[in-house]
């Protein structure tokens, strides 16, 4: 089987190509917001350095999200379109269960609070325990719109990850059984995506029809909450 991951959640961009036995290539980029220009030209170079043809894809495995809304739409519409083109299915996962995945890869022995940079002084955040029989990180807490104060009240006993960690750590340190992961655990990578594709798959996970599947925005997208909260008569 050949699995073609797709990650466009947050700043990061990039794709896997991996086999039953784990990713056999990987490529990303961070910054500037170029999701759309940048996602084709990489799964072209992945599919190139694994020796495979995207003919040759089984299956899409996309994050879902939530993340920035841009990102997602590119994300998403890009594994659809292949999905669709190619005739296989696609398996969605979120951007916080990408991050916890990489965190208990890495042997992280608590709780993982997976924390995305939302802006607008917000962040999307959901907390999970190890994973369990089916390969994915068991669910705690689901993924939720918060201000980053609320990060706060959270119950001890975890290890923060993701961007939104990152940027607001201090309402995270100082607190006793709350770490803050390093940058390596700052966003959803292409080559976690894609192992945790592979773990649900062996544990039971069912991938969907392409046209089936749908980005997690969890709120409106900036322009039309902007446009929205503007007054009438400012829009006239």
């Given at each position: 089987?050949?699995?073609?991951?797709?990650?466009?959640?947050?700043?990061?961009?990039?794709?896997?190509?991996?086999?039953?036995?784990?990713?056999?290539?990987?490529?990303?980029?961070t910054?500037?917001?170029?999701?759309?220009?940048?996602?084709?030209?990489?799964?072209?170079?992945?599919?190139?350095?694994?020796?495979?043809?995207?003919?040759?894809?089984?299956?899409?495995?996309?994050?879902?999200?939530?993340?920035?809304?841009?990102?997602?739409?590119?994300?998403?519409?890009?594994?659809?379109?292949?999905?669709?083109?190619?005739?296989?299915?696609?398996?969605?996962?979120?951007?916080?269960?990408?991050?916890?995945?990489?965190?208990?890869?890495a042997?992280?022995?608590?709780?993982?609070?997976?924390?995305?940079?939302?802006?607008?002084a917000?962040?999307?955040?959901?907390?999970?325990?190890?994973?369990?029989?089916?390969?994915?990180?068991?669910?705690?807490?689901?993924?939720?719109?918060?201000?980053?104060?609320?990060?706060?009240?959270?119950?001890?006993?975890?290890?923060?990850?993701?961007?939104?960690?990152?940027?607001?750590?201090?309402?995270?340190?100082?607190?006793?059984?709350?770490?803050?992961?390093?940058?390596?655990?700052?966003?959803?990578?292409?080559?976690?995506?894609?192992?945790?594709?592979?773990?649900?798959?062996?544990?039971?996970?069912?991938?969907?029809?392409?046209?089936?599947?749908?980005?997690?925005?969890?709120?409106?997208?900036?322009?039309?909450?902007?446009?929205?909260?503007?007054?009438?008569?400012?829009?006239?």
């Open positions: 089987m050949i699995l073609l991951a797709v990650e466009s959640a947050t700043e990061l961009v990039g794709a896997a190509v991996a086999d039953e036995s784990g990713p056999r290539s990987a490529a990303a980029t910054g500037r917001r170029r999701h759309a220009e940048t996602l084709a030209p990489t799964i072209d170079f992945v599919c190139r350095q694994a020796g495979v043809d995207v003919r040759d894809v089984d299956l899409v495995a996309v994050d879902v999200g939530p993340g920035l809304f841009t990102g997602l739409r590119v994300g998403v519409a890009t594994a659809k379109a292949l999905g669709q083109g190619l005739g296989v299915p696609v398996l969605g996962v979120t951007s916080t269960e990408i991050l916890a995945y990489a965190a208990f890869d042997g992280c022995p608590t709780d993982v609070l997976a924390v995305v940079d939302a802006r607008r917000e962040v999307f955040c959901a907390r999970y325990g190890r994973p369990g029989a089916d390969g994915r990180p068991t669910v705690l807490e689901p993924p939720r719109v918060l201000p980053p104060g609320e990060l706060a009240r959270a119950a001890p006993g975890f290890l923060a990850v993701g961007d939104g960690a990152l940027r607001y750590a201090e309402h995270l340190l100082g607190r006793d059984g709350v770490g803050v992961g390093g940058p390596s655990l700052g966003a959803p990578s292409p080559s976690a995506l894609a192992r945790l594709a592979l773990a649900a798959l062996a544990g039971g996970a069912e991938p969907t029809p392409a046209a089936d599947v749908e980005a997690l925005y969890l709120r409106a997208a900036d322009a039309r909450a902007n446009f929205v909260e503007r007054p009438a008569a400012a829009r006239r």
